[in-house]
């Protein structure tokens, strides 16, 4: 597996940026985060032959 802390950073920024809303947040709350499902994401990301922006496009 092929992962750096940095890259897991960046899916965990990219996935609260998506879900950044007022109402979201007013009436739900922040999502928690499973690090360890970043990693299963990674692994898989990086694994798939598709072009690389159309796996930015996937998240």
């Known amino acids: ?4 802390k940095s890259d ?11 879900f950044h809303h007022t109402y979201i947040e007013k009436y739900i709350g922040k999502p928690q985060i ?3 499902k970043l990693y299963i994401l990674h ?5 798939i032959s598709l ?7 996937l998240l």
């Open 1 to 4: 597996m092929h992962h750096t």
């Open 8 to 18: 897991i950073d960046e899916l965990k920024m990219l996935i609260q940026q998506a």
């Open 34 to 36: 499973d690090e360890e």
């Open 43 to 47: 692994y898989l990301m990086q694994n």
């Open 51 to 57: 072009a690389e922006n159309k796996k930015s496009d």
